[in-house]
């Protein structure tokens, strides 16, 4: 459990990284004027948002039973942890959202700019908040299209990020189940990718950095169980032959 652990904690110290340097720097989501570098971050936080997400979720399952090469039995209980660990991050992100009700950033804009009171759009039901948006924004130009129908779709409270937990969540059970497989390639690409979609919930107005950073620590919490209880149920994570040259070399130590 210990080294699982410090496995899973280093990959959280990376995803770490970036929203604590905005939340230090002082820096302050503003809208942009929707240039090519804020839209290619829209595709990134899509692959995260339904349904695309579905299809990343089953892609990143598919890819994980691959790579550990697990029997039948042992593959299907492995699809149960990675899918459990997914859906509680989710569950316990609605929870709290629900109890904390933090404005997004855009909606703090709405009532900074069009004076739209951040309780009252609240009080709203989500299709009317939906449309409030659309009404409120549809001749402001520094706010396109694309992402007023984002926002739109996106009218609950913000923290913590449940965007983050998802990509974090996969990028950490990829730390915590491929290191010891030693799918380098994978792992990094894992955090390069939740990094992007951390980054891209800053960048849309949706986001926090505090969202952030505490949507990573839950995730963390929750991979590190997750990935022992794979670890136990489902056979060790090492291939047998490095399985075999450890223990060996640990029975060689005075």
Known sequence: MRAIAKRTAAGAGVLLIMPLTVWFSGWQWAPDGGNAWLKAMYWVTETVTQPWGIITHVLLCGWFLWCLRFRLKAALMLFAILGSAILIGQGVKSVIKDKVQEPRPFVVWLEKTQHVPTDEFYNLK?????????????????????????????????????????????????????????????????????????????????????????????????????????????????????????????????
């Open 126 to 254: 989500r299709k009317q908040r939906g449309e409030l948006v659309k009404n409120q924004l549809s001749t402001h130009s520094e706010v396109p299209g694309w992402l007023r129908q984002h926002w739109q779709k996106e009218t609950g409270f913000a923290f913590p990020s449940g965007h983050t937990m998802f990509a974090a969540s996969w990028a950490l059970l990829g730390v915590g189940l491929l290191w010891p497989r030693r799918r380098t390639f994978t792992i990094v690409l894992l955090l390069v990718w939740a990094t992007g979609v951390m980054g891209s919930r800053l960048l849309l107005g949706m986001h926090w950095p505090r969202d952030l950073a505490v949507a990573t620590l839950i995730s963390w919490l929750l991979v590190t169980l997750a990935t022992w209880l794979a670890q136990k149920w489902c056979g060790p994570l090492t291939p047998p032959a490095e399985e075999d040259q450890e223990i060996a070399e640990r029975d060689e130590e005075p």
